[in-house]
């Protein structure tokens, strides 16, 4: 049986039998591969293309020491921009959700900061009231700040939070005032800029709870003074400074653009990976300027503080945040400390 199943290989490949004394021997291509099946042998120079299902595996494979790293570990998410723009919001929105609970369930424990930009713009619009900025920030006197409250704690939110426990997981819902978790103060320019308030200081006392029970935090970028006067607070700020209260592994900004860019006019000049001592000379030598700035910086403090790595990433890229933790690619540019 052997025999003849060698000469009707040798056959197929057109090759001669090693009947002869004076053949040389013949040596198997480094490529060659064999499928024996019930009745005949086939011969193929090519692996077979991988089914869907042995494709979701080998995935799932090489996610492994990723998971493994990052497993119990909490991870602070800036979520907005892009993926909140109305017409972003089905297709990003739904896959970032889906990508953090996938996150949590195997085992990372996300910690979601939001803004609501776009949203806060709408009703500002419908209310008849025209959105200011100044230095790229929003002008937010007592009417202003009335409607952030209500569109970011009362519907982008809560929004949030029901997506989310809609997908598989329990996610709770706070703002920077709920257990004092942010406590503000007024921004220097506040006779330009309103009600804009910084972080004062960060109790996250009332969230590690939950984060220990694997529950999924979900804060609104709105906080009290000592007064209880409420303020907007950046978003990007109120998730450096609670990563860095809560001892986080990572954060994680998502934004509008690729990340830091060598050249900001060229966008495939992407900084994949650099340190505080490199982006500090990047800012200035110019190369980081507008709105990457406060980012950047906000990065920095968070590294300063204790937290291993900052990344700001491309929000516009579907499922950006499992490239950025769960692949060696990322999705945008790692601060290092």
């Known amino acids: 049986m052997a025999t003849k199943l060698t000469k009707s290989l040798f056959l197929q490949m057109d090759l001669p039998s090693s009947s002869s004394s004076s053949s040389k021997l013949l040596k198997t291509p480094k490529n060659l591969s064999f499928r024996f099946h019930r009745r005949n042998i ?4 090519t692996p077979p293309p991988a089914t869907p299902a042995e494709f979701r595996v080998d995935i799932l494979s090489e996610s492994l020491p990723f998971i493994q790293k990052f497993r119990g570990k909490t991870i602070v998410v800036k979520f907005g921009g892009a993926a909140m723009k109305p017409n972003q919001q089905d297709n990003l929105l ?22 609501g930009g776009p949203e806060i713009n709408f009703w500002l619009k419908r209310f ?3 959105p200011l900025f100044r230095d790229g920030l929003r002008v937010t006197d007592a009417n202003t700040m009335e409607i952030v409250s209500m569109v970011l704690v009362g519907k982008v939110n809560k929004n949030l939070v029901s997506l989310i426990n809609k997908a598989g997981a ?37 969230i590690e709870p939950l984060v220990k029970s ?9 906080a009290a003074d000592e007064f ?9 700020t109120v998730a450096g400074e609670l990563a860095a209260a809560l001892g986080a592994e990572k954060l994680i900004l998502l934004t509008d653009v690729a990340g830091i860019l060598e050249d900001r006019d060229n966008p495939e000049s992407l900084v994949k990976e650099i340190d505080i001592k490199g982006v500090k000379k990047m800012i200035e030598n ?14 920095i403090r ?13 929000g516009r890229l579907e499922h950006s945040l499992l490239l950025e933790i769960l692949t060696d690619l990322g999705a945008g540019t790692m601060i290092t400390g």
């Open 42 to 45: 086939q011969c193929s120079l």
């Open 128 to 130: 008849g009231i025209e």
């Open 214 to 222: 694997g529950h999924i935090p979900v804060i609104a970028s709105v």
């Open 286 to 299: 110019g190369k980081v300027g507008g709105g990457m700035i406060p980012k950047v910086n906000c990065c």
């Open 94 to 115: 739904s896959s970032f959700v889906k990508d953090l609970v996938l996150l949590s369930v195997v085992g990372l424990r996300p910690v979601l900061v939001h803004g």
């Open 228 to 236: 209880g006067q409420s303020y907007n607070i950046n978003a990007d």
């Open 302 to 314: 968070s590294l300063a503080q204790g937290v291993t790595t900052a990344s700001i990433i491309d």
């Open 170 to 206: 329990t996610a709770v819902g706070l703002s920077g005032m709920d257990g004092r978790l942010v406590t503000a103060r007024p921004s220097p320019k506040a006779a330009q800029l309103g009600f804009v308030g910084e972080v004062a200081r960060v109790d996250p006392s009332v």
